[in-house]
């Protein structure tokens, strides 16, 4: 069985600071990795993916997410926000089935 | 190439009503699933279809919930009859369906359901 712990559930940041959005996960197989964007009143937006080869993955909005197999997390990243990026982000895993995590809700203020 | 639609976009019955919501995923996409998705977590699997068959139903309360792919491209999913607790948003998603574990869903904007 797969399980994702995305460890804060709301994150404040101004506008141009860097973000790290937490997220770790246990299983007893080999996952691929993802990290969805669900932004107020729409449905989820993959935002990037881990499924092989290098372990850092890239968005085209400027997002990265690193796997880390020793530590078991897939932290995403962006080294300056923008308002636009104020929305819901949660990070899957998948074994058999997508489990996601409960969500870290950005919130980018002026 | 048009995404994956949703309908209603919204919708608010009182207890022990009927209601259902229809989706219809990207053209060419063999699978299909849908999502509940609980104000403050994440999405969890309902059901999911290969073509027009269930492949995975194991987390659908079939007491109340009940879905169908009769021709392998839309899809239904009723509650029948609902409570309070199914207050949510339905997640529909679709993908290829040939891709194994390295299939990437895609997501419709769902259907948010309030139950009085």
């Known amino acids: 069985a797969q399980s994702v712990t995305q460890l804060d559930s709301q994150v404040p940041v101004f506008e141009e600071a860097p973000v790290e959005l937490r997220c770790n996960y246990s299983?007893?197989?080999?996952?691929?990795l993802f990290w969805y964007v669900q932004y107020p009143n729409q449905g989820l937006q993959l935002l990037l993916k881990?499924?092989?080869?290098?372990?850092l993955v890239e968005s085209i909005n400027g997002f990265e997410a690193e796997f880390n197999k020793s530590q078991t997390s897939f932290h995403l990243r962006k080294p300056s926000v923008h308002i636009s990026d104020t929305a819901e982000y949660f990070c899957a895993v998948k074994g058999g089935k997508l489990i996601f995590g409960q969500g870290t809700e950005l919130s980018v203020k002026p | 190439e048009a995404g994956v639609a949703q309908s209603p976009r919204y919708k608010i019955i009182e207890k022990r009503q009927s209601v259902a919501f229809w989706c219809n995923p990207i053209s060419g996409h063999a699978t299909l699933y849908w999502y509940q998705q609980i104000l403050g977590q994440g999405p969890k699997l309902l059901i999911q279809f290969q073509n027009n068959g269930v492949v995975d139903d194991s987390q659908l309360p079939k007491d109340r919930f009940s879905a169908e792919r009769l021709k392998g491209v839309d899809s239904t999913l009723k509650i029948q009859p609902a409570k309070l607790e199914d207050s949510a948003v339905y997640l529909c998603a679709s993908s290829l369906g040939d891709r194994g574990r390295e299939e990437t869903q895609y997501f419709g904007p769902g259907t948010r359901l309030l139950v009085l």
């Open positions: 881990y499924l092989s080869g290098s372990t």
């Open positions: 299983s007893s197989v080999s996952v691929y």
